[in-house]
């Protein structure tokens, strides 16, 4: 690996070699295990001291591209995710267009009545089925889904589709496309069984997004809440805006 940095430059030492080490890993330097050399490694190869190199380092941490582990070393951070709000399309299809790796598992389904709260929504149902999944990118689980779906949904084989999108199974189910969805996000703690599924501390802050989706004759045909890892995890507006005077 290249070590030039200039020690007459109007860039700083901490900066540059900041700037060396995000090349490095942009190109892939690092992998598989993701683990950058010591501090004293690093110093020794640059020519600089350890409170240079820990500037370095930590303006790379600043920036999300490395992460700090107590006792373990300084390794590559994970990659977020970026989950647009201007397309309509599945949690998990919003996985697969970042070149990642998604996987799902089911944890449970079941059938029963429709909950009070969902009434509003699934007006002429009696039953609906109530499905949770855990999806993971590289192994690691990333969010945990809470569907509640209609009733037909229930003679699913769901061992054999568990991969697949919920949008995509009801099309085969209905012969009806999903045509539109509402999104809400918020905020919640992780209580003692979201804490055990998604790996994160009991009372860890986690991103929750509720979709409520449709079909083109404005029926009802997903409520799906996901409980979410905000480190790995950003939902994105892009887009032109109008500035509105008056606002």
């Known amino acids: ?18 700037h060396q080490l995000l090349e490095e890993i942009q190109r892939g330097d690092y ?26 380092v930590g303006k ?26 201007d397309a309509l399309r599945s949690f998990h299809e919003a996985l697969l267009l970042q070149g ?23 007006e002429e149902a009696d039953d609906c089925l109530l499905l949770e999944r855990l999806h993971f990118v590289d192994d690691e689980p990333i969010a945990l889904g809470r569907s509640h779906l209609p009733a037909a949904l229930a003679s699913v084989a769901w061992a054999e589709v568990e991969h697949q999108p919920i949008y995509s199974i009801l099309e085969s189910i209905t012969g009806l496309a999903v045509s539109r969805a509402d999104l809400a996000i918020r905020a919640q703690e992780a209580d003692k069984s979201l804490a055990g599924a998604l790996h994160v501390k009991r009372g860890a802050a986690l991103l929750v997004m509720e979709r409520t989706s ?15 890892r905000p480190e790995r995890y950003a939902f994105v507006l892009s887009g032109v805006f109008k500035s509105n005077p008056s606002s």
Not at 1 to 18: N, P
Not at 42 to 56: I, M, N, P
Not at 107 to 117: C, D, F, G, I, R
């Open 1 to 18: 690996m290249s070590t030039s940095i200039l020690r007459d430059s109007t860039t700083s030492l901490y900066e540059q070699i900041a």
């Open 31 to 56: 992998e598989p295990s993701g683990k950058l050399p010591s501090e004293a490694e690093l110093g020794k190869r640059f020519g600089v001291s350890r409170v240079t190199v820990r500037l370095a």
């Open 60 to 85: 790379l941490s600043d920036d999300g591209v490395v992460e700090r582990k107590q006792g373990k070393g300084t390794f590559v951070a994970a990659k977020q995710v970026r989950h647009g709000l």
């Open 100 to 122: 990642l790796q998604p996987s799902m598992q089911v944890l449970s389904h079941a059938l029963q009545p429709v909950p009070e709260a969902l009434r509003g929504l699934f």
């Open 214 to 228: 449709y079909f083109a004759d404005g029926r009802c045909c997903d409520r799906t809440t996901f409980f979410i």
